[in-house]
Every structure is written in C-alpha cells, then in structure tokens.
C-alpha cells in the first residue's frame, strides 16, 4: 500500500465539504476520484499532498515514497524555453552525465592509485547514468512534448508568453518526467487535444507507479481506472474497476436501495391499515394490539428515498420554427493567418436534424470554422449559406453575454420573463446549481462557473440551429448526461467542437475530422470514427494506423470511402458477412428445450404464487364481511336490551345475552384470523 486516507473530514462556512473519507491506493493502482462539482475532489487531493489541512483523519504517504501532483491551474514564471523548463527536471542526470565527461577528460592525465580511484567512481557513475536512463532522457523529453501537442518550433519558445492552458501541459510533461512513486492529477485533459489525451492514457497505463486521477472525461476515465473512490454529500465509496463498471453498479445499487425504500413506504402503509383496522374493531384486546403495533412502527429506522441530481430534470430543448432541410452550405471556404494556413477549398453541407461534431488537434482551426460561421472571422474565401428559416444560438467561452452584475437567477429570468420561478431554478439545477447558488453573482463566479451560466442560457435559445464551442468543458459528469440526452431529445440541428469522446460518442450522427486543411466525413460516433480511421490511413496514407486528429489530407469535398472508392463512409445495415460460425443443431436444440423448460416452470410457480394471493384476498374479505355482520348484529342486540318490553322479560334477556356472548366468542376468534390473514397479505 502506497497512501492511506483515513477518517478524513473537512468542513468550510458554506458547509461539511468530507465526512469520514476512508480508502487506500495499492501500489501501481490507477485509481479515479469522481463526484459532482462542489463535492470535494480537489480539496480531497490538497489534504493528500499537504496543502490543506483536515478537520480530522489523516492521509499518509508509505515511507520512502515521492508524490507528484498536478493542480488544475499552472501559473509557471519561468523565463527558461520550454524545451529547458523540462530539461531543468533531468538536472540530476544532466549533473551526472557532467561529472562522468569530466572523469573521462581526467583519466587522460592520471596514472597509478589515482587512475584506479577515478575508474572505479567512473564504474559506478556509468552504472548510475545507465539506471536513471541517462541514454535517454533526451529523447524522453521530446517525446512528452510531442505527445502534449508541442511542435518542435514550440520548443524555443518562452514559459512567460504561454497561454494558462499551454503552461498547464508544461507542468504536466514536467511532472511526468520527474517519475513520482504516485501522481495525483486534477482533470489533467481539460487542455488536451484527442491525440494528446490518447497518448497521455498510454503513457499512464503503463506508468510504473501509482496514479489517482480527478478528472470529468468518461472515455479517458474507462481506458485509465481501476479503481473509482466516488465523493457524494461528503460521504466516500469505493467501486473496483472502470468508469461504466462503476456506473452499471452504482444503477444496480440504486435500483436496489429504491426497491427496499418502496417495500419499506408499502409495509408502513400496510401497518398503518392494519392499526387503524384494529382500533376500529373498538375492544380492549385489539385496541392494545393496535398500540403494540404503533410502537413497533414508531421504532422502525425509516429508509431515506435514493435521489440523484436529474431525478426530476427533464430538460427538453425545442426550437419554436423549423428550418428548411438544407441548414448550411459551405463551398470553397478557405482560411489562413499570415503563412499558416488551417484550410481550404472546404465543401460542408449540413441537413437538419444532424448532430455534427467538428475533430481534430488543437491549432487546426475547428474553433475558427465556427467563428467564421458566426461572423465574428472573415474567411479568406468561399461561400456561407444559411438554410430557409434557420435561427443560430452559439455558445462560446471566449464570447460569453453575461452581467456580471446580475444573480443567476435574475440573468436567466430577465432573458426568458415569460418563465415561471420553477422553470428558471429547474434549469440551472440542470447545471448544478442549486439552493442559494441561484442568488449568488454573476461576477463572483469562477469562470467554469461563468460557462455553465453560458451554457443554460443558450439551451433555452427559440433557435433551430446549435453551434458550441467545447460544450462540456467545466461541466461534471451529471451535467454533461443531461445536455447529452438534451441534445439527443433536440429536433433542430447541432455543430459543434467538442474533444470529449464519451459525449461525442453518446451525441454525434457525424463526424468532421479536420487533417491536412480538409475536412474528412464520417457517419457515425465516435466507436465508428475509430473503426474507420484505419482504413483512412491504408487508402490515403498506406499506412497501417492513424493516431485520432491525425487523418490524411484530401482532396477538395473528398470524403473518406468505405471500400477503395472515394465517397463518404457509413455503416451498412444490409452488408453480409462472408463467412459464419454453423451451431450444431441438436446442440441447439437442448438449449432451446432446456430454456423452454425453465420458462414453463417459472411461468407455473408465477401462476401458483398469484392463486395463493388470490385465495388470501378471498380469505381475508370473507372474513371482514363475517366481522361487519356480526358486529351489526350485536349492535341491533344492544337496541333490543334498550327496548322496556324487553328489559321486563327475563327469558328474552337470557336468550339475547346468550347471543352476545356467542358472537363474542366468534369476533374473537375473527379478529385474530384477520390478523393473521392481513399479516400475510
């Protein structure tokens, strides 16, 4: 065991953020942290390295062990290049490799004891210089830059004049480099392009340490974890394997958590008849059974009802027009800044009811494209066509209409006045934001926070046609299911940039990869993109596999061919397979006698099971009516007693009392039978 987390709890103002949070990390693991925003991930993670610390508990790291970690926000002040920022972590070996050449130099001019010393230092050092991989380290630096997306012209290039999102990926090929016993990463793809994060699941699979990752990207989570420590209301569970592992028990859990609570409202509804029955029988005996019963039903631990953040959000985006069924055409576009040159000659057309997603590496120009469609960049040429009756809603971090001066709930409510306070606060709760997150300022949100407000704004858009920009970025895992099963519910049109493959995989119709300044078409998700893009590479590249991002480029319209023949891709529903695997039919035959068998059996015990409940039913009315006329009949004995002409015959009277006493005796005995037959039913 590496780390250890026990007991630990932390608690801010606003309230407990981690209650109890137990587990531990085995060495080599590769564990995930998930939870919705606010539910305490990375203050989680700030306790582990010790920057934060806990209200009580402890985390505590094996002995002799070296942590790394990766917050979500690098801030590097470093003058140094980026190709020296990560040299500087090999500064031990560079050091090394130093003093080894200046042994070597030495030994020249020494003879005797003196040369002896110096080769048996000179042994050892190389000995040392070859553990560290000193042969190496220079290649292994250039090999993390390529695979976070730097070029080699980027190697030069000044840690001072990097955008936050590059000096975040520095940090990283730093910290990898430096080959931590453990790395702890807060969302470490959030700046990351689809061939970067593929590299970094590689590079991390066989990482020779352990790893604990924080981090909101499904796919990325599957390929990487195996184990998922879930953080929900401060509370901490432990699932072993990956993300849909985890997912399909928490389903199963859930179902049966909501199966006890159902059972559980159903039995307290039936005791509550069962009193209620009792007391009305009006009789010492059952009245004292009804208040043993109450007590037994008052020290009942009554079960909580499992809730989730979209139990009761049904968000349904609908646009008020629909379009014509041409919704844009693109023809000859091409666009360029100075000598870099993102595309050109770009034929797109996009038919309604699509949902679109635009791939490729970061730099190619896929945020460009949408801008251009926007008319916030001119193209260098070519034509944009909007389609009859087509109305955009775009989403853009960079382009955010918000008042930093407004709540969230006034932003929303101002924009859409004809919604109901309802309405208003059930969308942002689609969000995450909820309770008196609603009052809070536009301008004192995080600007994760800022796009998420973006975001359910242009979800209550009247428009026909979506353009997003990296839709999911800041969004948590249930946020990101509820736009997905929006979009999908969404009779518009959809485009949009997106490198989250699990929500391009769950919402695409089509893929665009943008690769050598063309656009290549791929009908299909994402599972049928990486099935195809294989035989991109042997069509047009002739080779064996292709990274994602990295396709072939086309030319002008091409699209990619399912078989030799340019022409776009897209499954076959009537393809036939060329060869089948024949099942012996007796074989056959006595699975399908031994299913059928099994299924008259069950269908026999479900028959019996219903007659039995049948026959209780029947039982147990008979018996309430039994107890009805019997307890009329004592009440019509009572009135006679009551009569004076009665009262005055003594022979009457006996005849009268002696009844009574017999349907007593007979309510007595009905009364328990009814008890039990109800305890039964």
Avoid at 76 to 91: A, Q
Avoid at 322 to 345: A, P, Q, Y
Avoid at 462 to 484: G, V, Y
């Amino acid at each position: 065991m590496i780390l250890s987390c026990s007991h630990i709890s932390k608690e801010f103002p606003t309230g407990v953020v981690l209650d109890d949070i137990s587990f531990h990390i085995e060495d080599y693991e590769k564990a995930a942290i998930v939870g919705i925003n606010g539910a305490g991930k990375t203050t989680l993670l700030r306790i582990i390295v010790g920057e934060m610390e806990p209200d009580s508990g402890q985390a505590v790291l094996a002995k002799g062990k070296t942590l790394g970690y990766l917050a979500q926000h690098q801030d590097l002040t470093s003058h140094r290049s980026i190709y020296d920022e990560l040299l500087e972590v090999k500064r031990p070996v560079i050091e090394m490799e130093e003093r080894i050449r200046s042994l070597e130099q030495q030994m020249k001019h020494v003879t005797g004891e003196e040369l002896a010393q110096m080769l048996e230092t000179y042994t050892r050092l190389t000995h040392d210089f070859e553990l560290a991989e000193g042969y190496s380290y220079r290649s292994e630096i250039v090999g993390v830059l390529k695979g976070l997306g730097f070029t080699e012209e980027d190697f030069p290039r000044e840690i001072s004049t990097l955008s936050g999102g590059q000096k975040t990926r520095v940090s990283l090929g730093k910290l990898l480099l430096s080959r931590p016993d453990i790395i702890l990463l807060d969302e470490p793809t959030n700046h990351l392009d689809m061939s970067s994060i593929a590299w970094l699941e590689n590079y991390l699979l066989n990482y020779k340490g352990a790893v604990i990752i924080v981090a909101h990207d499904r796919y990325f989570l599957d390929k990487i974890a195996t184990k998922i420590i879930e953080l929900e209301n401060g509370r901490s569970s432990v699932c072993l394997g990956n993300y849909t592992a985890y997912s399909q028990k928490k389903a199963l859990v859930r179902e049966a958590q909501m199966k006890a609570y159902l059972n559980q409202q159903q039995e307290i509804r039936r005791q509550e008849e069962v009193i209620r029955k009792l007391r009305s029988f009006n009789r010492e005996k059952s009245i004292k059974r009804a208040e043993s019963r109450e007590k037994m039903l008052s020290r009942i631990d009554v079960l909580d009802k499992p809730t989730e953040i979209n139990d009761e959000m049904d968000l349904r985006l609908e646009p008020d027009t629909v379009s014509g069924e041409d919704v844009l055409t693109i023809r000859n576009l091409s666009k360029s800044f100075g000598s870099n040159r993102l595309f050109s000659h770009v034929d797109i057309d996009i038919r309604r009811g699509e949902r679109v997603a635009i791939i490729g590496d970061n730099g190619t120009g896929k945020t460009t494209l949408l801008k251009i469609i926007n008319q916030l960049l001119p193209a260098d040429a070519g034509e944009i066509t909007l389609g009859s009756r087509v109305s955009i809603a775009y989403y853009d971090q960079d382009y955010q209409v918000l008042h930093m001066e407004k709540t969230l709930f006034d932003e929303l409510q101002d924009a859409y006045p004809e919604m109901n306070n309802t309405k208003v606060r059930s969308i942002l709760a689609a969000f995450l934001f909820t309770g008196d997150d609603v009052f809070k300022r536009i301008g004192d949100l995080s600007g994760g926070e800022r796009g998420r407000v973006s975001l359910a704004k242009l979800m209550l858009a009247p428009a026909n046609f979506l353009i997003l920009d990296e839709p999911t970025n800041h969004l948590d895992i249930t946020s990101k299911e509820i736009l997905e099963d929006a979009l999908n519910h969404y009779t518009g049109t959809v485009l949009y940039v997106s490198h989250d493959r699990y929500f391009i995989n769950r919402t695409a119709t089509r893929i665009l990869e943008l690769a050598g300044e063309q656009f290549i078409n791929y009908i299909g998700n994402y599972d049928y993109y990486l099935e195809k893009r294989d035989l991109m590479a042997q069509l047009y590249l002739g080779g064996a596999g292709a990274e994602p991002g990295n396709g072939p480029a086309n030319r002008p319209g091409q699209t990619a061919a399912a078989a030799g023949t340019p022409g776009q891709i897209s499954p076959n529903p009537n393809a036939s397979s060329s060869s089948y695997s024949a099942t012996p039919w007796a074989l056959a035959s006595s699975s399908a006698a031994g299913n059928d068998t099994s299924t008259r059996q069950a269908w026999q015990a479900k028959k019996e099971e219903q007659a039995r409940q049948r026959k209780r039913q029947n039982d147990l009315k008979k018996t309430e009516d039994a107890i009805a006329s019997l307890e009329e009949r004592d009440s019509q004995l009572d009135e006679l007693l009551s009569q004076p002409e009665v009262a005055t015959d003594v022979a009457k009277l006996l005849e009268i009392n002696k009844e009574k006493e017999e349907i007593k005796a007979q309510l007595e005995t009905l009364y328990e039978n009814w008890e039990t037959l109800a305890e039964d039913a």
